[in-house]
């Protein structure tokens, strides 16, 4: 199938054209950046869209910046430059995991970081992992720009709080602590396929061995693209991390996690697998806490 006519197509050079055009044309527009869900949900005549806001010309949102010892990573960085890039695999090494897993070489080539959070999808890679790692969404529209959390921006499959008049202009990551290590696993029916579940852990080691600090965020799970794992969180935080611990998550994980039946696996599946890759996340991110030196 064939979009239906786009009457208009722009091609902004700066960032302040590319704002005007988004307050001007609000939802009349879509922004393409990669493409690699616009362009099949057009085709598909999914989404209407009058009006095609190009922003790949803006070279000021491709850029991967420090900030108040946090990154600033702008809506154009393509998934394959996130999942290379050395920075953020020694600090924010989930998102960089996240971001391998998605789709195929030629699909990360070309797709953002921010426009698969942007698209909400409960299959996302990149929003659980986000999660995990406390990120913040910067948007600007014609009141300004503002902050918004992403368990806050993301508020169903599909859905979030940018408004028709804004734009995502970056994901902002905190700066780490200490001893932080971080890591996204994902289980799909093949390699590169949607996550039948997807963990991501940010876990922070404290004196004799404990876990002084721990965020789990899953996708995959049809309620809602992300999923805090928040009584998991209180179980292991605190806790002095062995073996002891990983073995008793193994049969309680699951128990707390609310699972679904689709077309990629049953929901008692779902429950096994939880069970499985919450201990084994927690074990990679509490190792790479040691490997970070810092």
């Known amino acids: 199938m064939y979009p239906e006519p786009i009457e208009q197509y722009f091609q902004p050079t700066t960032l302040a ?27 598909a005549r999914a989404v209407p869209a009058r009006a095609l806001i190009d922003i790949n010309r ?25 999942a290379r890039d050395p920075l953020i695999g020694r600090t924010a090494s989930a998102l960089a995991d996240a971001a391998a ?28 992992a986000a999660a995990a790692l406390d ?7 014609p009141a300004g720009r503002r902050e918004v959390g992403i368990e806050s921006f993301v508020v169903g499959p599909q859905l979030t709080v940018l408004g028709a ?28 396929d949607r996550a039948t579940l997807g963990i991501a852990v940010c876990l922070t080691r404290g004196p004799e061995g404990r876990c002084a600090e721990v965020r789990i965020a899953l996708g995959g799970l049809a309620q809602h693209p992300i999923c805090r794992a928040t009584q998991i969180e209180e179980r292991v935080r605190g806790q002095i991390f062995n073996a002891a611990l990983l073995e008793d998550l193994k049969h ?13 696996a049953s929901a008692a599946y779902r429950r096994q697998l939880i069970g499985v890759y919450v201990p084994r996340a927690l074990e990679l991110a509490w190792q790479r806490s040691a490997e970070s030196g810092r």
């Open 17 to 43: 054209a590319a704002l005007q055009l988004v307050a001007t044309h609000g939802s009349a527009a879509h922004i393409l950046a990669g493409g690699q869900s616009l362009v099949p949900a057009l085709k």
């Open 58 to 82: 803006v070279t000021e949102l491709a850029t991967l910046t420090t900030r108040a010892g946090g990154l600033w990573l702008g809506a154009l960085l393509r998934l394959t430059a996130v």
């Open 101 to 128: 897993a998605l789709g195929d070489r030629q699909v990360r080539n070309r797709a953002t970081l921010v426009g698969s959070i942007v698209w909400a999808m409960h299959w996302g890679d990149i929003a659980p």
């Open 135 to 141: 990120a913040r969404l910067c948007l600007a529209g």
């Open 165 to 192: 008049q804004e734009m995502v202009l970056a994901l902002l990551l905190p700066a780490p602590p200490p001893h932080t290590g971080s890591c996204y696993l994902k289980h799909g029916r093949v390699v590169q």
């Open 252 to 264: 309680w994980a699951s128990t707390t996690i609310t699972t679904h039946t689709d077309e990629l």
